[in-house]
């Protein structure tokens, strides 16, 4: 089957079977083009407590299916690609945080929506890189202990100044691998381009940029801007999808490392597979972990 025909499989059989597909922005163009909600980690939260379908496919990484499943306990819930997790929230289990916490008794535990459903039913309050500095700066809580990403951390705190804000040591190893001489090196190749780069990326680097934002935050920027090139600080395919929706402007990537090999793990074979009940996995949680799990996701959204 070659692609096209491929997609028109999928779109027959998602229909056929009642199935809602969600895919992050970090997927291939061939996976967006048939999904029914896109976007980054907070806009799938927020989409996925709305489907209405039984069945939600998820093409993204583990910890968005344990969302979706937390936000919809009563769907079926499918990780497309079974391998597909997420480094940074296989950093820090529950056992760690518990501990830490008993250091920390009178802090709030902020989790990134890059954790485990099991360390979530510990934590207080999620957020994604876009919602993060509002929802700290809408909590009552002074003094916060933010995991499991320092860098999106320390950033949040400086946007924070008012918040005491302790940090670990944990983060994405793809996006802390971009360096200051990788910035100096795109920005000579390209004098004109504006730095675009996610917060997940190292202090210094985000010092060097022009915009700071989440995933959906540096689509929007590029959009909207009146210029005409832009070096991307997150992972790659966010220069390529930029490239399909706006042919008129040029998007490089900052680096060739900022390529996160989980994302890229789902093809359109294990979509198509999924939904012919021959691959994927279905997610299971036990209602104690959704229940628990689900209050600091409900508190995202309240207070995002
Ligand atoms: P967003 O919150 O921007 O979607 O980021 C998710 C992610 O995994 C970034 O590495
Ligand atoms: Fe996890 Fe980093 Fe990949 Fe995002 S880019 S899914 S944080 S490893």
Redesign the pocket.
């Known amino acids: 089957m070659n692609i096209n025909e491929m997609q028109k499989k999928i779109l027959e059989l998602k229909k056929e079977k009642d199935v809602c597909i969600l895919a992050?922005?970090?997927q291939a163009h061939e996976i967006l083009e048939i999904a029914d909600f896109t976007?980054?980690?907070?806009?799938?939260s927020v989409d996925a407590s709305k489907v209405q379908n039984k069945n939600i496919l998820m093409c993204g990484?583990r910890f968005m299916a344990e969302t979706c499943k937390i936000l919809s306990p009563e769907k079926t819930v499918y990780l497309a690609q079974p391998i597909a997790g997420?480094e940074?929230a296989d950093q820090m289990g529950k056992e760690y945080i518990s501990e830490v916490k008993k250091e920390y008794p009178d802090y709030a535990v902020v989790a990134y929506?890059?954790t485990t459903a099991d360390l979530k039913t510990i934590c207080d309050v999620c957020v994604?890189?876009?919602s993060a500095v509002k929802i700290v700066n809408n909590m009552d809580n002074k003094n916060i202990l933010f995991i499991p990403d320092c860098n999106l951390g320390s950033y949040v705190a400086k946007q924070c100044p008012d918040k005491n804000i302790k940090l670990l040591k944990g983060g994405?190893p793809?996006?802390a691998c971009v360096t200051t001489e990788d910035v100096k090196k795109a920005k000579e190749m390209h004098p004109n381009a504006e730095i675009l780069v996610?917060p997940?990326c190292t202090a210094e680097v985000v010092a060097m940029a022009d915009y700071i934002g989440?995933?959906?935050?540096i689509m929007d920027y590029a959009k909207a801007s009146d210029k005409k090139e832009f070096i991307i600080g997150?992972?790659i395919s966010i220069a390529e999808h930029l490239q399909y929706e706006c042919p008129d402007k040029n998007f490089y990537p900052l680096s060739l490392k900022l390529l996160?090999s989980n994302?890229k793990s789902t093809t359109l074979v294990d979509v198509l597979n999924c939904l012919e009940g021959k691959g994927g996995e279905e997610i299971i949680l036990d209602d104690q972990t959704i229940n628990d799990a689900k209050k600091c996701i409900d508190e995202m959204i309240r207070l995002g």
Do not use: A, F, P
């Open positions: 992050h922005s970090y976007g980054d980690s907070y806009k799938l990484v997420c940074m929506i890059n994604t890189s876009s994405c793809v996006h996610h997940e989440s995933t959906s935050g997150t992972e996160c994302m």
